[in-house]
């Protein structure tokens, strides 16, 4: 279960930016987190719950917000959801695609007091 | 009161994974991730791979597994240096591990390093650890459907290695379906039908990872 590794990482960036700001506490934090990544998201919420226990981040609303899985065809240009993982264009059958999104794992905001 | 971040969780991860590659690139050594599920057949690659390329490449392994060290035993018997990390109980090598553990390796008599990761064809897909490339092996006997449950790990891959190929006349495996899945997931990395038993597809594998490392020293001169 490595959700707890990357939990240990939103706490530590969480912490670090609640002091920078001087938020005594933290009351919501906003992820993104990408259709590719492999991360369930409710056993990162409980990762996060257990090791925020005694922080000023305890409590704090975990939201989550998955990002579709988007290539980008380097021949044609084309953008196009990724379907069944297949990393073809579906316009013209190039391999070569780039992943816009869908492998985010990041902190995109807090809110706090 | 809403603050903006927009900072990558496993940044810290990644900074000491460039870290690492950066100090092994500097030593010219070229540095292989090596993942799959547990009893896919990592260690038994690795064994013969420093079997077959004993006299021609300098090579030393990090071994990653949760408790024991029976996989370092396996290989210090081929005579090269190994380093156990035993992560107890945690699913997957990271950046920081590797980075400790550097120091008890010789780094300038080495053109390779191989580091077998956990076996898990989940976590390890997601942590970078300061590899030149991630290579994954899938055993005849996990079946076909495995690219496409788990395609990070295939997706992230250079290389592909099918593996245990000589119990194919003994199992229902689809071996067009599972060429299908991994090259529309990752058209890019190269695909190997091997057997570690019978040795077939091995000198294939060989070949190219004495490609990698030749480009990885004539980009490090």
């Known amino acids: ?113 | 009161m809403k603050i903006q971040v927009m900072t990558n969780i496993l940044e810290k991860n990644d900074q000491i994974a460039a870290e690492v590659h950066e100090r092994l690139s500097a030593a010219g050594i070229f540095v292989v991730n090596l993942m799959g599920s547990p009893g896919c057949g990592k260690t038994s690659l690795l064994e013969n791979t420093i079997v077959g390329l004993k006299n021609e490449i300098s090579m030393a392994v990090i071994e990653g597994d949760l408790f024991t060290a029976k996989d370092a035993q396996r290989i210090e018997q081929h005579g090269v240096p190994v380093v156990q990390i035993n992560t107890g109980g945690g699913c997957h090598l990271d950046a920081n591990m590797i980075s400790t553990v550097l120091d008890s390796l010789d780094l300038g008599s080495l053109d390779l390093i191989v580091i077998e990761n956990v076996g898990n064809l989940v976590c390890p897909a997601e942590f970078n650890i300061g590899e030149d490339v991630k290579v994954t092996v899938l055993s005849i006997t996990e079946g076909e459907d495995k690219p496409l449950k788990y395609p990070l790990i295939f997706k992230q891959a250079s290389a592909v290695i099918l593996n245990k190929v000589d119990l194919l006349p003994y199992t229902n495996f689809d071996m067009q379906a599972a060429i299908t899945d991994i090259t529309t997931i990752n058209p890019h990395a190269i695909l190997v039908q091997a057997s570690c038993q019978s040795g077939i597809g091995l000198p294939e594998w060989y070949g190219w990872l004495k490609e990698q490392i030749r480009m990885k020293k004539t980009r490090s001169i």
């Not at chain 1, 933290?26 to 922080?55: D, R």
């Not at chain 1, 579906?90 to 816009?100: D, F, I, Q």
């Open chain 1, 1 to 113: 279960m490595h959700e707890m590794a990357i939990a240990q990482g939103i706490l530590d960036i969480v912490l670090k930016t609640a002091a920078e700001n001087q938020v005594a506490k933290v009351t919501g934090i906003k992820l993104l987190i990408g259709q590719m990544t492999q991360v369930e998201p409710e056993c990162l919420k409980f990762g996060f719950t257990a090791l925020s226990m005694g922080s000023i981040a305890e409590g704090a609303n975990v939201e989550i917000k998955i990002v579709p899985l988007v290539g980008l065809c380097n021949s044609c240009r084309q953008e196009f959801p990724v379907e069944n993982y297949c990393f073809l264009c579906p316009k013209c059958n190039s391999a070569s695609v780039t992943v816009v999104s869908g492998r985010e794992l990041a902190v995109e905001y807090l809110e706090g007091e």
